[in-house]
């Protein structure tokens, strides 16, 4: 399972970098998340993987008897990926905005504010 | 009770968010929320002046499982600044910010982000601050594009998308940190990570958080997003960038880099070299620039170079000039930023070439106006002068000529470069300027408005002076401050246990 979840993650790094280095501004985006979910299954995975062992206490019992799953990395997941929803929600409509105020996908159209004037 | 700032600018936000598109309501109730919140963050700095370091873990969760907020003097600090900054910023956006910007909820979103910064400031632990730094962020996103120019549209474009780059480091060295230690609170951390066997994924792990953070607060090669995105927004909006956006990187930085990762002598050479870096490409990128905007953007890119140089020497004395520098470049920033846009509502441009005659027609204002100009070249007595001693003296201790070689190139690249605005927009003969229709100048405003305008210059102009001129008290502030990041073992102990307060 570790395995897998690695290679995932790379996958999705890779392809995130690889489409937030394309000139098109919509490809950064899904650029952007990619690495966003990438990050997240980091997080999840560097919590250590524990199968079918709750972090529930039997009845009685004062202190875990056994390895249990982490609940914290999961929390932490949660909340990163409502964060990461919300910005991202908000770079789509900045994105529209942009496509409708200039006409034009290509990042590289974009160098008015660095131009000498 | 050290989360009051924090709870107290959230109901700022709310209760202007009840008076959507009155905007002259939220005016004054935007001042009167930021003198209040200046207030408090007075009575903070005071409290834990007096009593030490003050921790409030929240829900009662004991130090290493819940969420502590802790405020030390560092921390508080940095809130007391950023509510003055605030409390300015405020003044003058009740003045210069135009009504259609205003009716969009440019004060609640004002106040979330300062929310979002003092919570930054007094959070002791990681995960918090990664969403502190998320709240900044999303605030900052919506000021910049306010109002949906052209112009702030692609300089938000690349803002955007490199604070979300940013983010996601930030989180991915979380999760290796998690990883490795299986804890989030930084007291907690700072222990644990000294007995982690694994010391090169630690090395990787605080070099994630140096791109992220450096990316924040716009170091060497990190930092193009700023003069292409900083001029875009009206001058206020700038201002607050200017003064504390960067500077919460560098906060950060200085949090991880002693806290966490402290003494790492690899990643202080590699910090050195940044900063050098970072020092000459700002102050050249300053000299080229024709709109008074983007020269100062550069400015401030400039010196976070010296920033980053007294963390990367890493001594007592280097820290201490870091935090006198820190103290110093929030107020003057600020204030730089708000000067540029009076000249901006004066002339209706910021074009260096076109302005001119300033202080022929302004006098009292231009002198004003030299204040803060003159204090970030750092002529003695004004504030910038002390902080670079406090440097160059780190500098000689530790060795570092060519550091030192590259803080005074610094100093005379900025001295060049404001000595050009100052000759330029003031003493230049101003040409008589087309006056452009649609833009209300400062002449036509009304005497309130106009006051509104110039008060905060003279507020920060104030501070800026007496930063220099009772250096005595900054110094022994900047002395404490820095013990107290040298040596963590109070801010250990105050978190993880014996000195608990409750609120």
Redesign the interface.
């Known amino acids: 399972m570790e395995i897998l979840l690695i290679i995932i993650i790379g996958l999705l790094h890779a392809g995130g970098l690889y489409m ?1 280095l394309r000139r098109s ?1 919509f490809k ?2 899904i650029g ?1 998340i990619l ?2 979910n990438g ?2 299954l ?2 999840f ?4 993987l524990v199968k079918g062992k709750p972090p529930v206490m039997e009845d009685g019992m004062k202190v875990f008897a056994d390895i249990y799953a ?1 609940p ?2 999961q929390a ?1 997941v949660l ?2 990926i409502v ?1 990461g929803f ?3 929600s ?2 789509i409509i ?2 529209r ?2 496509y409708n ?2 006409n034009t996908d290509d ?1 590289d159209d ?1 160098n ?3 131009e ?2 | 009770m050290i989360v009051l700032p924090i709870i107290f600018q959230f109901i700022a936000g709310t209760v202007l968010l009840f008076f959507w598109q009155k905007s002259n309501i939220q005016k004054v109730l935007s001042i009167l929320f930021s003198m209040t919140g200046l207030a408090i963050g007075i009575w903070l700095f005071l409290l834990v002046w007096e009593n030490g370091i003050m921790v409030t873990q929240s829900g009662d969760w004991k130090a290493p499982f819940g969420i502590s907020f802790v405020a030390d003097t560092f921390g508080v600090t940095m809130v007391l600044l950023s509510s003055i900054s605030g409390l300015a910023v405020s003044i003058f956006s009740a003045g210069s910010m135009r009504k259609e910007r205003l009716d969009f909820g440019f004060f609640p979103i004002f106040h979330f982000l300062i929310m979002g910064l003092q919570g930054a400031f007094l959070t002791g632990d990681i995960f918090n601050l990664y969403v502190w730094f998320e709240v900044v962020i999303i605030a900052s996103f919506v000021l910049l594009t306010l109002g949906g120019k052209k112009s702030q549209l692609e300089g938000a474009i690349k803002y955007v998308s490199l604070n979300l780059l940013a983010s996601t480091l930030f989180l991915i060295a979380i999760g290796f940190i998690y990883g490795l230690t299986g804890s989030l609170n930084m007291a907690d951390l700072a222990i644990k990570l000294d007995n982690v066997q694994n010391r090169g994924l630690v090395s990787v792990t605080s070099g994630i958080f140096l791109v992220a953070f450096g990316i924040k607060s716009a170091i060497f090669p990190m930092y193009f997003w700023l003069p292409a995105s900083y001029h875009t927004p009206p001058p206020a909006v700038s201002a607050i960038f200017a003064g504390l956006l960067t500077k919460l990187g560098i906060y950060a930085m200085l949090r991880t880099f002693t806290l966490l990762f402290g003494g790492d002598e690899f990643m202080g050479d590699i910090m050195v070299v940044l900063a050098a870096l970072t020092i000459l490409s700002g102050g050249l990128g300053a000299l080229l620039q024709q709109n008074m905007g983007k020269i100062f953007g550069y400015l401030i890119i400039c010196h976070i170079g010296f920033l980053i140089a007294g963390l990367g020497m890493y001594t007592e004395l280097a820290i201490m000039g870091t935090v006198f520098y820190l103290i110093h470049d929030i107020i003057v920033k600020t204030n730089l930023f708000l000067v540029s846009g009076l000249i901006l509502k004066i002339n209706g441009t910021q074009d260096i070439r076109e302005l001119g005659g300033m202080y022929k027609n302004f006098p009292l204002l231009s002198l004003l106006m030299a204040i803060p100009l003159f204090s970030l070249v750092g002529i003695p007595p004004l504030s910038g002068f002390w902080a670079k001693i406090f440097l160059i003296q780190a500098g000689l201790e530790t060795k570092d000529y060519v550091l030192i070689g590259f803080i005074v190139l610094g100093s005379f690249l900025t001295l060049w470069v404001i000595a050009r605005v100052w000759g330029e927009v003031f003493w230049k003969k101003g040409e008589h300027l087309p006056k452009k229709a649609n833009g209300l100048y400062f002449s036509q405003m009304s005497k309130t408005d106009q006051w509104l305008m110039v008060f905060p210059i003279v507020l920060l102009s104030g501070i800026s002076l007496y930063i220099g001129f009772g250096a005595e008290n900054v110094i022994i502030l900047s002395q404490r401050i820095s013990s107290e990041l040298m040596d963590p073992s109070g801010y250990i102990e105050a978190v993880l246990g014996l000195k608990t307060m409750n609120p």
């Open positions: 937030l501004m950064m985006i952007l690495l966003g990050a997240n980091l997080i995975l560097l919590g250590r982490d914290l990395p932490l909340t990163a964060i919300g910005l991202q908000f770079a900045l994105i905005r942009v105020v200039l990042l974009l008015s504010t660095d000498e004037i």
